[in-house]
């Protein structure tokens, strides 16, 4: 409660240059468009009536005053808050109860008075008063503390957007505060664009924990070792996607990123890319690639223009499993062996052309129509091969599954220049080139 006389008159005046809110006057919204066109209006008629407040060199109370006054030319008055008032007590009396704030700007500025830190937080560095816990902030603001603690929340962990959503009430504290705690989680494991659309509201809560739970299942640490990759992209296959596509603006995904030589289409256009790796020690060789399982592909429906991939082609790179280096492992150049140990589950590198070959794609490739637009483009990087003196039509399967299963319309056929692995003792039987191909989605 306030006792005593709150302010001493002085003399002095503010100019524009000199509008410098306190901190303590910045826990409280600024105010809106129409309220501030308001307040100009009545200072034209009248002048400034209510003279503004100094604390600490600072405006204490009437930023807007001073601002409006400044702006329209006008004697400003200004007053010293006198010795031994509370500084803290006094503007929050002055902007909570004058402006009848709601319950989330309330929350707001009780949460920034909170001195006591979480894990060593705080604003202690706002104002040198006492210190005070969440239950005091709480108890000052007539508040439950929860509701004090989710709004610490949207304040460390959300967005200024979302800040701003909380004070004008289009978005409660609560529902805040869950969007913030994904957020942060979200971060945690290198999911930017899951921060970015729940903060935004793009993406509810809920449906961003399911999303981030799955990163989190294959998270990849900092200090994962990056491992070779026997079978990058062939030199012209990314400038091949980019002709395929135009200009952009699209948002491309690769689930089957190996080394993330994808995220080059971004030099070659307005593409927005995401990347999608099984194999922890590939995932690693880029930052923007997530090490995850495509066949629960942690983005929301419709979320992707394009998605362009090479999945492996079953081809002899995958015929041996992992039981140490076979003698001959620099002429076979298999998955496992450029890896240097046994590929994780799920993993097609791993499996020769065949039914579980077949199965994983058919899962990863529900997930890619998923999360394609309607109307989206698939560009499969593909290859057949020689096996026991017959040709695998590796690449016409993969064509077959999306025009049958999926209504898919090949729109173009592109062949791209490879001499694959001459090094290998059937190097004689492998079939020269790639093809790239364009299918439109219905």
């Known amino acids: 409660m306030l006792t005593g006389k709150a302010v001493t008159v002085t003399t002095g005046e503010v100019s524009a240059l000199e509008v410098v809110p306190h901190p303590l006057a910045q826990r409280y919204r600024p105010f809106t468009e129409d309220e501030y066109a308001a307040l100009v209006g009545d200072i034209a008629a009248y002048g400034v009536r209510v003279p503004v407040v100094l604390f600490e060199g600072m405006i204490l109370d009437g930023v807007h005053r001073a601002r409006a006054a400044a702006q329209l030319g006008v004697h400003c008055p200004t007053?010293?808050?006198?010795?031994?008032?509370?500084?803290?007590?006094?503007?929050?009396?002055m902007n909570a109860r004058r402006r009848h704030l709601q319950t989330g700007e309330l929350a707001l500025a009780a949460a920034a008075s909170v001195t006591t830190a979480r894990s060593g937080g705080?604003?202690?560095?706002a104002w040198d008063g006492e210190r005070r816990t969440v239950a005091d902030a709480a108890a000052w603001a007539g508040l439950g503390t929860t509701t004090v603690?989710?709004?610490?929340?949207?304040?460390?962990?959300g967005?200024?957007?979302?800040?701003?959503?909380?004070?004008?009430?289009?978005?409660?504290?609560?529902?805040?505060?869950?969007?913030?705690?994904?957020?942060?989680?979200?971060?945690?494991?290198?999911?930017?664009?899951?921060?970015?659309?729940?903060?935004?509201?793009?993406l509810s809560a809920s449906r961003a924990a399911q999303l981030v739970a799955k990163v989190e299942d294959h998270e990849v640490g900092v200090d994962s070792e990056v491992k070779p990759h026997p079978a990058v992209y062939?030199?012209?296959?990314?400038?091949?996607?980019?002709?395929?596509?135009g200009p952009g603006p699209l948002r491309v995904l690769?689930?089957?990123?190996?080394?993330?030589?994808?995220?080059?289409?971004?030099?070659?256009?307005?593409?927005?890319?995401?990347a999608v790796e099984i194999q922890p020690g590939w995932a690693a060789a880029h930052p923007d690639t997530l090490c995850a399982d495509s066949r629960e592909l942690p983005f929301d429906a419709d979320e992707f223009d394009v998605v362009a991939t090479s999945p492996a082609?079953?081809?002899?790179?995958?015929?041996?499993?992992?039981?140490?280096?076979?003698v001959d492992a620099a002429l076979r150049r298999s998955y496992a062996c450029s890896y240097g140990g046994p590929l994780v589950e799920g993993n097609a590198a791993a499996m020769p052309f065949g039914a579980d070959y077949k199965a994983v794609h058919e899962q990863v490739y529900a997930e890619v129509v998923r999360v394609?637009?309607?109307?989206?483009?698939?560009?499969?990087?593909?290859?057949?091969f020689w096996g026991d003196c017959d040709h695998v039509g590796v690449a016409g399967w993969h064509l077959t599954h999306f025009v049958s299963c999926h209504g898919a319309e090949i729109t173009f056929t592109v062949s791209v220049d490879s001499d694959g692995w001459t090094g290998a003792d059937n190097s004689q039987w492998h079939l020269a080139g790639e093809w790239v191909f364009r299918l439109q989605l219905p």
């Not at 603690?149 to 962990?157: G, I, N, Q, Y």
């Not at 701003?164 to 664009?193: F, H, L, Q």
Request: include cysteine.
């Open 79 to 93: 007053v010293e808050l006198a010795a031994g008032v509370d500084p803290e007590a006094f503007v929050h009396s």
């Open 122 to 125: 705080g604003d202690q560095g």
């Open 149 to 157: 603690s989710e709004a610490r929340t949207v304040l460390e962990d």
């Open 159 to 202: 967005c200024a957007e979302l800040v701003d959503d909380v004070r004008s009430g289009a978005v409660s504290v609560k529902e805040a505060a869950s969007r913030a705690r994904v957020a942060s989680r979200a971060r945690i494991v290198g999911v930017e664009r899951i921060a970015d659309r729940v903060l935004s509201g793009d």
């Open 234 to 245: 062939t030199e012209g296959v990314v400038p091949t996607f980019a002709a395929l596509l």
């Open 254 to 274: 690769d689930p089957f990123a190996g080394h993330g030589h994808i995220h080059e289409l971004r030099e070659l256009g307005d593409y927005e890319t995401a």
């Open 313 to 326: 082609y079953g081809n002899r790179l995958a015929d041996f499993g992992f039981s140490g280096p076979p």
């Open 372 to 384: 394609v637009r309607p109307g989206g483009v698939v560009l499969l990087n593909v290859k057949d």
